[in-house]
């Protein structure tokens, strides 16, 4: 039972996705940017999460983390298993190949001009050793479970924008990863075809369990998840949770103020603004619930 109890206490220990405390400082030859500043985040296995915020929030930086493709400064991050803080050139390759798939922000970096959906899904399992038999079986799979039969042969040029994205989320599931990271998939779609693109992500994660996350700054999209995250400078600052709601019926949607692990909670701007709390409040502990108060006639 020590045992247990001593893995217990690892902060998310039962996770699939784990960001405790994570940093990324972009350092240009004149400023500093701290584009994630203590993120805590955890995502479990089979979940749909989704992760909003305003420009420049730190969301990019966040996924490009997840994704092996960049680095944090500091803080630790565990993805199936996985230390992305610590990982070797050759253990990145396996993860970046078999663990995560990743749909990036432009559909055109997902997709290769002169090549056709069935090529370009072809290639990661190609890359992978994966046999030809079974390359051409993944891929019908893929195409048929997520609807893109019709664009088998078709290059991204022929494709429409909605195709584009859910050939790429194929690409990005040929190796059947754990997770799938995706950026922005339906930034430049129009409703309709976003419909589409989340049906289709809503699928991955239904039919082989791949845990989702789905950055966007449409906040629209918690109508389409069971949880959304909000990043705000760089840190988890709320979560809204949708319960399912019946065949037919908006689930019910609830928001949270998220707490970290030193105790920190980002009060919203509305809030702060509506009594003109500054940088200093008076904080009162009732029976079953903590007041925060301007602090008025306080030297500031
Ligand atoms: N390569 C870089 N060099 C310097 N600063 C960067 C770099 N990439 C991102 N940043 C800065 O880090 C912060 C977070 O950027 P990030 O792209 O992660 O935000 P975002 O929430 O994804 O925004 P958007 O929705 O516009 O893509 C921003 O201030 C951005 O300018």
């Known amino acids: 039972m020590a045992h247990g109890g001593a893995r217990a206490q690892e902060f998310g220990h039962d996770a699939v996705i784990v960001c405790d405390n994570l940093l990324r400082v972009y350092q240009t030859d004149t400023v500093e940017v701290q584009a994630l500043q203590g993120l805590d985040l955890l995502v479990h296995d089979r979940e749909m999460v989704a992760i909003v915020g305003a420009s420049g929030s730190g969301k990019s930086t966040l996924l490009q983390v997840l994704a092996g493709v960049d680095a944090a400064t500091a803080g630790r991050a565990r993805v199936a298993g996985h230390d992305l803080l610590g990982m070797t050139r050759r253990e990145r390759v396996h993860y970046r190949r078999h663990v995560v798939g990743f749909v990036r922000q432009q559909s055109s970096r997902n997709l290769v001009p002169y090549l056709t959906a069935a090529q370009v899904v072809d290639l990661p399992q190609s890359f992978a050793g994966v046999p030809r038999r079974e390359r051409r079986q993944r891929t019908e799979e893929l195409f048929e479970t997520l609807g893109v039969q019709h664009c088998t042969d078709l290059k991204p040029h022929q494709m429409s924008g909605g195709e584009q994205q859910r050939v790429a989320i194929c690409v990005a599931l040929a190796n059947r990863p754990q997770v799938l990271l995706t950026d922005e998939p339906t930034g430049e779609l129009d409703s309709a075809s976003a419909q589409e693109v989340f049906a289709a992500l809503r699928t991955a994660n239904r039919e082989w369990g791949t845990t989702v996350v789905i950055v966007t700054h449409d906040a629209g999209v918690s109508g389409q ?8 400078d760089g840190r988890t600052s709320s979560e809204v949770l949708r319960s399912d709601g019946a065949e037919g019926v908006p689930g019910i949607a609830e928001e949270f103020a ?21 940088h200093r409040v008076r904080l009162a502990l009732t029976e079953d619930s903590i007041e925060i108060r301007s602090d008025r006639g306080g030297e500031r």
Do not use: S
């Open 225 to 232: 998840v069971a949880r959304t995250v909000a990043i705000r």
């Open 258 to 278: 998220v707490m970290d692990r030193a105790g920190r909670v980002q009060v919203p701007r509305e809030f702060r603004e509506a009594l003109a709390l500054t």
